[in-house]
Every structure is written in structure tokens, then in C-alpha cells.
């Protein structure tokens, strides 16, 4: 049995870094085609012996303060219903902002299987976040560093029972 991933959390958390590194590369550039829609990217993961899929939110990038919560909202309840658990990311640099509890909210009120992933920890740097990342309420936070390769292990082990 497999399932599917879906990597949530504001714009520039690090989310398409992590769906890079669980794709890979190759399949990460056919989103760069014209005529793709770039709001939901899904391809097929491999971490470990699992294989997954995984789901990456995006085109929330280019839009105005004013449309991007309704946006938001309409594009992480997509993502969710399509996938058995989420990754939520924040970035532990910046520590929790107001927008990351829009996401909390969203994701306790879906009800939805979720890991906090507080991205960007290599190095001390993040540690302060990763405390903050308790906070919202949704569990014990993983530390990851989606651009160095680090905390996927901690990923692995806890994706690995529901595989
Ligand atoms: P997204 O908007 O959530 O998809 O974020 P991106 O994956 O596009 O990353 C946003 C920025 O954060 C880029 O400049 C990445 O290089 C950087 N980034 C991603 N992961 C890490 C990380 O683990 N550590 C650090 N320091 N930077 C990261
Ligand atoms: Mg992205």
C-alpha cells in the first residue's frame, strides 16, 4: 500500500526544496513546461525503501496580500483532501508567523494527519523556531533542513508505519 504526501505551509518556507530532493531533479524541471499549472505539483517519492506520493503547493508566490488567504486556504484544503497526511512547514529562522497560523488553523480544522517540519534548522540558527513550532498545537516539531539533506532519516521513521 502506498499514500500520498502533501507539503503545505506559506510561500518560501522551503517546501518545492523538499519536494525536489523526495522526486528528484529530472521530474522537478517538467514543471518549468508552458501550460502546466504550477498550483499543485505531484510526482512519485522515494525515501528510503518507501515509495510515496508527494504533493507541492505552489502559485501562491505571485499574488497580492489581499487574495493570498483566500487562495491559500482554497489550494492547502485541495491539497489536503488529496492526501492521507501533511507535512506542514514553517521556517525556524523566521519563527512562526501570523500566516503559519492560518495554516494551523486550516489543518486542525480539516481534521488532517499532520507533521510540523520546521525547515531551514542546519546549524543553531533555527533552534529558537523549532521551540516556537510547538506552539501551534500540532505535535512534536521535526527538524529538517530541506536544502542540506538533514532530518530526512526522522522523516523516514515516521512516515514509515503508514506506508
Ligand atoms: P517554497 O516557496 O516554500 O516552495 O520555498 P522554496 O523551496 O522555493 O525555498 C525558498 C528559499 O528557501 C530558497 O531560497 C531555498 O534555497 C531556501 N531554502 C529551502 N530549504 C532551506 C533550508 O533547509 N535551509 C536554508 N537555509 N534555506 C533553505
Ligand atoms: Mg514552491
Redesign the pocket.
Known sequence: MSFTLAIV?R???????LFNRLVGKRLALVDDQPGVTRDLREGPARLGELRFTVI?T?GL?DVTDDSLQGRMRRLTERAVGMADICLF?IDA?TGITPTDQVFAEILRKRGAHVIVAA??A?GRAGDGGVLEAFSLGLGEPLR?????GEGLDELYHILRPIA
Open positions: 505551509g510561500p518560501n518556507v522551503g517546501k518545492s526544496t507541492d505552489a508566490e512547514m529562522r525547515n531551514k542546519e529538517l533542513s530541506a536544502e542540506h
